[in-house]
């Protein structure tokens, strides 16, 4: 499903993850996270922001839930659980914060 953008299609796989991750910026997010069902709060930006950045700056690293919480209970401080990352992206964190970011699907197989 592509993404309409100030008069630009924006082509997508078939999940909806963006082929060509140049393509993205903010206002894109924000058109990709209204057709997901987010409402784009600090946290979810942070979210994204650091899912953009272990992708980019590490090796194309996509963290999972448990990596995430780990990250984000020494970023936020107190008992963060997946729970309260799943307030943000309630289909899954890893996966939508990414698809919001404009990162690949991710091809993590399951389990730790």
Not at 42 to 59: K, P, Q, S, T, V
Not at 87 to 99: I, L, T, Y
């Amino acid at each position: 499903m592509p993404y309409e953008l100030n008069g630009k299609t924006i082509d997508t796989d078939a999940n909806g993850f963006l082929v060509n991750l140049e393509e993205w910026n903010e206002d894109l997010a924000k058109v990709i996270a209204e057709a997901e069902g987010v409402t784009l709060s600090d946290r979810a930006w942070e979210i994204i922001n650091y899912m953009r950045d272990e992708y980019l700056n590490n090796g194309a690293h996509q963290p999972n839930e448990r990596a995430m919480v780990k990250h984000f209970k020494e970023a936020w401080g107190g008992n963060i659980v997946a729970k309260d990352l799943y307030e943000h992206f309630p289909k899954g964190p890893a996966k939508q914060a990414s698809k919001i970011g404009g990162l690949p699907d991710t091809k993590r197989k399951g389990g730790y």
